[in-house]
């Protein structure tokens, strides 16, 4: 076998891989609280426009359009450290950081507002930029490191059902640790959250970059093969053709109808807890506690399953459709006990889905490489994320548009019953109905087969790609 099949070949101890996956972790324990308590907290506690609101998160969105791709762009070419550090683990290293303490600043807003509202929505504008820079730097770099790290195909779903159990604990206690500090009607409660997830971040961020560092095989080949290629194609005309790859921008509607459900339900809960169930925030630990058990015990079970139906679009359609048909029950839920136990059946469709989506992202990639006669996995992995957030542009236009039209007041504790349904369009009703969709025209036009992969693979190693 030549060496480059080896290459392919090679596979991560333990520690390794549990190292890398902690990645998954991070991302879902900060973005699960950002998307529960931010918006919550602007609009209930600060008061700010719900409209401004709106507003600012859909500018930042924009500046995703901006920043999400161009970066995943210059992540993508060697530098002076490439050889020495890495392709990667560089970016990963000086971004974690930074990223972890600006979700404190997410929760200090001018604690007077003598313009309006202005003041408040030009500061959280910042943050939210700078937060957001910091994220893309790592996240993109982190994911992208994936199918050029893990190229053997049964350990890239070993280590996908890693990251799906690393990632499902983060996104849990993400929802579950802020609760503990909380207290609806006090600001600095919030305060006292974001310094302790700050912290975490900080710690686990640490843990991480071991995972995260290239084997001097993968850095010399890389930069090899960056010099055999030659001219590089500018960032416009990679851009272009990436929007041109089927079954790639198929797969990104899937991630964007799933962030909308994920988004939305998460977004909706401390609403749904505060006014429709009259409960205390820690109420969410009890809601989760079923998604929770679910979840992390059938990834076992799911990443077997995958390894035997060996058809990653199968198994990611059925998580799809288990996942949104789970979220509509919610809609008639009237009680603690009753919307704990719809989550553990969400929790059964997010497993299936936590498990496989790397996987797939990487056939998807592993055909674009073949494609494009090069590796640009970080331009790839930013433009997902860039079209990723328009979820969130969707979803904060969501919530605005329901709490006008049904006069939702954050003044109250006693809201309108009219203003209750709202609540409950936006927690299941809405986000139900587009991951259904998604996955439905996903699962129609999307053709990368277990054939067509094998196809792609031998490709691969043909071209020393």
């Known amino acids: 076998m030549s060496k480059d099949e080896e290459l392919k070949h090679e596979t991560h101890g333990f520690l390794e891989i549990n190292s ?89 807003p001018p604690a007077a507002d003598v313009m309006g509202g202005w003041s408040i929505f030009i500061y959280l504008l910042i943050i939210l930029i700078a937060y957001d820079m910091f994220y893309t730097i790592w996240d993109v770099s982190s994911e992208a490191l994936f199918p050029f790290k893990f190229r053997d195909y049964k350990e890239r779903r070993k280590v996908s059902g890693t990251k799906a159990f690393w990632g499902i604990i983060g996104l849990v206690l993400g929802m579950v640790v802020p609760p503990l500090f909380v207290e609806y009607g006090n600001k600095q409660s919030y305060i006292t959250q974001a310094i302790i997830l700050g912290i975490i971040a900080v710690i686990v961020g640490a843990l991480m970059l071991p995972g995260h560092v290239e084997s001097k095989e993968i850095i010399e080949e890389y930069l090899t093969t960056w010099e055999m290629r030659g001219k590089r194609v500018s960032f416009i005309k990679a851009l272009a053709e990436t929007l041109k790859k089927k079954n790639f921008l198929l797969l990104i509607l899937l991630h964007f109808t799933y962030t909308i459900l994920t988004g939305l339900l998460i977004a909706s809960l401390n609403y749904f807890i505060r006014y429709n169930l009259r409960e205390d925030p820690d109420v969410f630990l009890i809601i989760m506690l079923g998604y929770i058990i679910v979840s992390l015990s059938t990834i076992p079970l799911w990443i077997k399953v995958s390894h035997k139906i060996n058809d990653n679009r199968k198994m990611t359609f059925i998580g799809s459709i288990a996942m949104a048909l789970a979220t509509l029950p919610l809609f008639f839920a009237n009680s603690v006990l009753i919307a704990a136990f719809i989550g553990a059946f969400i929790g059964l469709g997010g497993g299936i889905y936590f498990v496989m989506q790397d996987a797939i992202f990487a056939d998807v990639l592993d055909e674009n490489v073949v494609l494009d006669g090069e590796r640009r996995e970080g331009t790839y992995f930013g433009v997902k994320f860039f079209l990723g957030r328009f979820a969130g542009v969707f979803q904060s236009f969501v919530l605005a548009f329901i709490h006008v039209t049904t006069g939702f007041n954050p003044e109250v504790e006693e809201q309108t019953p009219l203003a209750l349904l709202g609540i409950r369009m936006h927690l299941a009703l809405i986000p139900a109905v587009a991951l259904l969709l998604g996955a439905i025209i996903f699962y129609k036009w999307y053709d990368l087969t277990p054939d067509k992969i094998k196809s792609i693979r031998a490709e691969l190693i043909e071209s020393k790609l």
Do not use: C, H
């Not at 972790?25 to 426009?49: H, K, Q, R, S």
């Not at 990667?88 to 200090?108: E, Q, S």
């Open 20 to 108: 890398y996956s902690l990645s998954q972790g991070l991302i879902n324990f900060n973005t699960g609280a950002f998307g529960a308590y931010v918006f919550f907290f602007y609009e209930t506690e600060v008061l700010l426009n719900v409209v401004l609101l709106a507003i600012v998160f859909s500018i930042y969105s924009v500046w995703d359009a901006i920043n999400d791709p161009l970066l995943g762009s210059l992540m993508d070419r060697p530098y002076r450290f490439t050889r020495k550090w890495g392709r990667r683990f560089p970016f990963v290293a000086m971004a974690i950081f930074p990223w972890g303490i600006l979700y404190i600043f997410l929760f200090t």
